[in-house]
């Protein structure tokens, strides 16, 4: 596994630093996993694989002043990877599991990031601020995932869900969903990762303000997705 080369084919390079923060993060990844429980994906290539790289995949032109919400990081992903590699990028790791967010600040003060945050807060109850990019990475469908996601973004930024090879048919399903909330869908991207596995990248661009009312509680959202 050559992740160097991996993270070339997709115009990402990275420096020695950042390279050596990834090695920190996997090696803490695999030691707090005996604990906390915190992925199924303990093997070195698999990490680097399946979370670090996958993680990469998201990629947007971002600025300097731009903010990403990570809604349900769990173990961090994407939001940190993305970090590392997108030092200028502010970005806020959404999680309401205590025990992760825990071990989300040890990753922040090992790894000495800056500019990064933990928000211990189920999505639907955060109303602090919105953000220029939201994302989530395996936590619903995108029925339920956009009134999670959507009413966190500013108008003109972007919702980007990282789906698997059921995300065509998700979108189908969540189309009423997206325009309810304010959202467009402005590119579908489909890519296969080095085990064969599909990843879809939907990008959904927030074109006007979600209605006052959303998010519902999750309870709501759940039991009857818009």
Known sequence: MDFEALLRNINITLTTEQLAQFDLYASLLVEWNEKFNLTAITDREGIFIKHFYDSLLLQAPFKNTDTLCDIGSGAGFPGIPLKIAYPQLKVSLMEPTGKRCVFLNEVINQLKLTDIEVLNYRAEEYKEKKFTYTTA???SRLNILSELCLPLTEVNGHFIAMKGSQGHDELKEAANAIKKLGGS??????IMLPDQQERILIDIEKVIE?????????????????
Do not use: D, H, M
């Open 137 to 139: 990475r395996a936590v």
């Open 185 to 190: 869908v402005r590119e579908v991207k489909e």
């Open 210 to 226: 979600t209605p006052a009312g959303y998010p519902r509680r999750y309870a709501q959202i759940k039991k009857k997705p818009l």
